[in-house]
Structure formats: structure tokens, C-alpha cells
């Protein structure tokens, strides 16, 4: 198992240029999760999903952002325009049901990241 | 609103010693807390995940517990090394499949 991959692991772009972060979840997960990591405020929650669907983007600071999920193998998390405010590290994370007894687990497992610096 | 605290932020011990790290939340109506493991300018590592109606979990060297009626959560490393030095982040979710809420963490230093 290859793990969540993302892609671009670094990315160094300028004010007001676009951004787009790719996440390969693992095979036969059904949750995907875009998370981004500051000095600041830690780890938060942009946005997730459940079988390619968005169910909480409360946590997509404003309209510059944007997530997709055209299918379970694939997403997508966009800035345009980039701000140096976003300099960061996203990450995606992904999980599935799994069967425990009479519990459901819902693990998840982290990719490697994207550190992103806008100047 | 789900806060989860990490006390210490920053732990220095010398190599063999025991520690604890703590993590607290302040809904007790979790689902999963996870601990995970970071080390600088890598991504997360799952250590140990305990189920709400579970008390702990243990795997090798880790152990943790949890209370929830206490909002309380411990991670214990036995016998500390060097290559344990890293930072240490404590995450819960209020309901199955949901995200999860990361406390600050604790960043571990094991001096040989």
C-alpha cells in the first residue's frame, strides 16, 4: 500500500498566482480530509469528504479556496488567488469504515504534505 | 466547540527515562482520539487510536489511556530514546468519519 500521496511536496509561488494541491487517498478509503498546518494555529480542518462528497467546508478560510473530489482516487484543493497569508502546510489525510466486533474505526492516515510559501 | 489542550509543549528528558504526555478535551462525547507522531518536516505518523469506549491501547513501547469522563488523555513511552525525539500531537472526533480536532502537541527531546 502506497499510502495518501500528495503532489506538489513543496511549492514556492508568487502573490496572486494560482495553487492546486493534488491527494491520491488509499485504495478503498471513503473519507478524504484536507487539513493545513501553521506555527500559529496548529493543525485545522479546511474541508472533507464522504464517498467524493463535501460534507463540512467550514474550515475553507474564504472564496479564494476551493476543493474537489471528481472521484474516490483523486482531489484537488485550489487557492486563487494565492496569498502570502496562506504559507503553510496542507495536508490530506483519508480513511475508511472498518469493521471492529460491533464498532466501526475510522483510522485516518496522513500524507507527507505540501509546504507552500507564496511571496 | 471541541478544544484539545497538550500540556507539556516541550519536554526535554535523558535517554531511558519514562515519560507521560498529556492531552485534554473539553467535550467528553468523543468517538476516536488518535495519537500521532510528527517529526520535523514530515508528515503524521498514527501511533495508537482508542475508541471512546475503550481504555487504552498499547503497542510496544506506547501506551496509551484515556478518560473520558475526565476529558483526559496520556500517552506513556517507556524506556525513551533518542529516536523518539519528535512531536507528539493528540486528536479526537465527536462523531464516526468526522475530522479530527489536533491539540498543539508536545515536542519530545531524548538526549543520549
Known amino acids: 500500500d502506497a499510502g495518501v500521496i500528495q503532489s506538489p511536496r513543496h511549492e514556492v509561488t508568487e502573490m496572486g498566482q494560482e495553487v492546486t494541491l493534488r491527494c491520491k487517498p488509499i485504495?478503498?478509503?471513503?473519507?478524504l480530509f484536507w487539513y493545513r498546518q501553521t506555527m500559529m494555529r496548529g493543525l485545522e480542518l479546511l474541508i472533507y469528504?464522504?464517498?467524493?462528497?463535501?460534507?463540512?467546508d467550514s474550515g475553507m478560510p474564504e472564496d479564494r479556496f476551493s476543493a474537489k473530489m471528481p472521484n474516490a482516487s483523486f482531489s484537488t484543493l485550489k487557492i486563487q488567488p494565492s496569498e502570502p497569508r496562506d504559507s503553510a502546510v496542507y495536508f490530506c489525510?483519508?480513511?475508511?469504515?472498518?469493521?471492529?466486533?460491533?464498532?466501526?474505526?475510522?483510522?485516518?492516515?496522513f500524507g507527507p504534505g505540501t509546504r507552500l510559501t507564496v511571496t | 466547540k471541541q478544544e484539545v489542550t497538550q500540556i507539556p509543549a516541550a519536554l526535554s528528558v535523558p535517554e531511558g527515562e519514562n515519560l507521560v504526555l498529556n492531552c485534554s478535551f473539553t467535550?467528553?462525547?468523543?468517538?476516536?482520539l488518535q495519537w500521532f507522531r510528527q517529526d520535523p518536516g514530515k508528515g503524521l505518523t498514527s501511533l495508537l487510536l482508542?475508541?471512546?469506549?475503550?481504555r487504552e491501547q498499547t503497542s510496544g513501547r506506547l501506551n496509551a489511556s484515556l478518560d473520558k469522563s475526565s476529558g483526559r488523555s496520556t500517552l506513556y513511552i517507556a524506556a525513551s530514546q533518542p529516536g523518539d525525539s519528535a512531536t507528539y500531537l493528540c486528536?479526537?472526533?465527536?462523531?464516526?468519519?468526522?475530522?479530527?480536532?489536533f491539540g498543539k502537541g508536545t515536542t519530545l527531546s531524548v538526549s543520549s
Open positions: 485504495s478503498g478509503h471513503n473519507s
Open positions: 489525510a483519508s480513511s475508511r469504515l472498518t469493521s471492529g466486533g460491533l464498532r466501526r474505526v475510522y483510522e485516518q492516515y
Open positions: 467535550d467528553s462525547a468523543i468517538y476516536n
Open positions: 482508542i475508541q471512546s469506549s475503550q
Open positions: 469528504f464522504n464517498n467524493n462528497v463535501p460534507i463540512d
Open positions: 486528536a479526537v472526533n465527536n462523531q464516526a468519519g468526522t475530522a479530527l480536532i
